[in-house]
Structures are given as C-alpha cells and as structure tokens.
C-alpha cells in the first residue's frame, strides 16, 4: 500500500474520493497472493494489482460502486469460460477481493508513520459492508479476544489471511517493518546495489570506516545512513533482526570479519559475503578459528548473489539483490 506513496498523497491532497481493493484469500494458482492491493480513484484511475490484469476492469467497476455507495463489498472470482480475460481467472486460480473506501485519513496517517519509524503493525478489517479497521502494534495490548495468538502467528511468518472467531471474520494485513540492506564496506557495487535497493523498497545503511570509501564513492542514490565507523561500534544499535539483508563487500577480512562475527550470531534474514570460492574458504577458516559452528558459517552466502554470470559491478549487483529477494519472498 505504501509503494505507490507519492502518487497516492497527490491523489489524497487533491480530495478524490478512493477505494481500496485488497486479495484477501487465494484458491490455486492465484496469479496475487492474499495482501495484493489495488487502489481505484473515483475517475477509475488504479495503483497497484490484484491480480495482474484478468479481473482488474471488473474490480474497477465495483470499486467504484463503493465510492458511490460508501459500503465495502466481497467478491469472489474464479475460472471463468472464453471471457476469463475479462472477468475470471484464466490461470485456474481464484480469488476473494474486499473493497471498501480508502483508509480513514488518522489510520492512513498511523501506517505511514509507523513505516517511517521501521515499526511493525497489524492491519484487522472487519470482512462486512462496514469494513472497519483497527492497527495493532505486535508487541502491544488492544487485539480483540481471542485473535491474538493467530495474529501473531501470521504476522511472525509475513503471511496475510483471514482470521475468524465467534463468526466474525477480519482480514489481517501484515505491515512489518520495512526490508533493511546493511551493507559493509563502500565501492561501486555498493553504489548500484544502493539504487536497485532503493527501487525494490529497502531501507539502505552503509558502514565504512575507510573515510575515502565511504566519502568520496559516488552515489547516484544515497544511502539512507552512512556510518563512518567499524562495523562492531555500529551494528549493535540497529538490533540486526529478521527484517534485515546483510551484505559483506568491503574485501577487507579486518573489516568483514568483524561484521560477521556479529551478524552470524543475529536473526538476520541473509548474510552474504562477496569474494571467490578462494577468498571464501579463508574465510571459513578465520570464523572456524574464531569459534563459530559449521551450521553458523554456512548461513553465509558466498560466492554472494545469485549466478547470472555477473561481470560488471551493475550485473554484480543485480546478482545480489536478486538473491536477497528470493530470500526475503521465500
């Protein structure tokens, strides 16, 4: 929802009435997974998908028939006969839509604000004509009796589905904390990985203590932190998670090791660590005798980045954040 964000606000600054339509459940080769949003604006304008173009016209049409009415509405596509271009699925899934009319502007305003500070949140909508909404905050209070196991369940796998209790039934759309790269050591890799970064919705953090890498590497997108420091003085404060990508490119082991002797020890959703297969094995070696498991080391993805037979620092690039999305959508 929030990765159409500037075309969004225009929209909202300039008073048109929206609805949102949200896949809330999938039935077999679905080509959306459940969470996938379309935005329609009371011209008939879209953002987003629901189901990259077979039912889109027709979720229109009732979208636009909730901002007239003002009531949410749930409707179920399926396969569908020589029209399922139109109207139906033609891959042999099928999907359930809720639309409603767009977020009311305080709760609009929480998630954007919660996504700026890299806080997690829980999105409940009441699956009726009211379509109402409450935002949870994971490790708080406030979840409606008997939801809160479930909830957390699927919040802590990054799952979105309908829950259901006492016959009432709520769509949870799970909001975690953005994506973070932390990438260790500054370059020209570290600069295209940076922008295709940026574009792929990560939040980016540059640690360098060379002061001439870090300054003076040329940055067509700026990192959003930059730390002239050793990895060890830095890493600490940003309690390394499950929302975090760490990305070893400084090909100084004084350097990397001293990263990874943090980093293999966190929840982090990926290591990788770029050097040949050479360069790896010495690697291995150091961490073995700094005391690190096999089972540890081997969380390290190196050579880094999946093989596309790289070359350039672009392709390399490429290459790595590619593997990190498999990662993070697997």
């Known amino acids: 929802m929030v990765d159409h964000i500037e075309q969004l606000e225009n929209w909202l600054a300039s008073s048109k009435s929206l609805a949102i339509a949200r896949v809330v459940k999938t039935w077999r080769s679905s080509p959306r997974p459940a969470g996938s949003a379309l935005i329609v604006s009371e011209d008939g304008e879209m953002m987003g998908s629901v189901s990259g173009g077979c039912v889109e016209n027709a979720v229109v049409a009732q979208a636009l028939k909730v901002i007239e009415s003002g009531k949410s509405i749930l409707v179920d596509y399926g396969v569908a006969n020589e029209d399922a271009w139109e109207v139906g699925l033609s891959c042999g899934g099928a999907l359930s839509v809720f639309i409603q009319p767009f977020f009311e502007k305080d709760l609009w305003l929480d998630i954007l604000e919660a996504d700026k500070a890299q806080e997690g949140r829980i999105l409940l909508t009441s699956l009726d004509t009211d379509g109402s909404n409450q935002l949870l905050t994971p490790d708080a209070d406030g979840f409606p009796s008997g939801f809160k196991d479930q909830c957390l369940k699927l919040y802590n796998t990054r799952q979105h589905g309908i829950l259901e209790v006492g016959g009432t039934q709520f769509f949870q759309h799970s909001l975690p904390a953005k994506p973070r790269m932390i990438m260790i050591g500054s370059a020209h890799i570290s600069s295209e990985l940076t922008g295709l970064a ?36 830095v890493l600490p404060d940003y309690q390394v998670g499950k929302d975090d990508y760490i990305v070893i490119l400084s090909h100084d082991p004084k350097i990397d090791d001293e990263a990874l002797k943090l980093v293999l020890k966190s ?10 297969r050479k360069t790896h094995a010495k690697r291995v070696a150091r961490l073995q005798g700094f ?39 697997s």
């Open 198 to 233: 940026h574009q792929y919705g990560f939040e980016t953090v540059l640690i360098d203590p060379r002061d001439t890498f870090a300054k003076k590497t040329h940055f067509e997108s700026k990192p959003g932190a930059v730390h002239v420091n050793w990895p060890q003085e």
């Open 267 to 276: 929840d982090a959703a990926y290591i990788g660590a770029l050097g040949s």
């Open 291 to 329: 005391g690190f498991t096999d089972e540890e080391i081997g969380r390290i993805d190196a050579p880094i980045g999946m093989d596309i037979a790289a070359n350039s620092a672009a392709e390399i690039a490429l290459s790595i954040l590619s593997q990190v999305v498999k990662v993070k959508n």
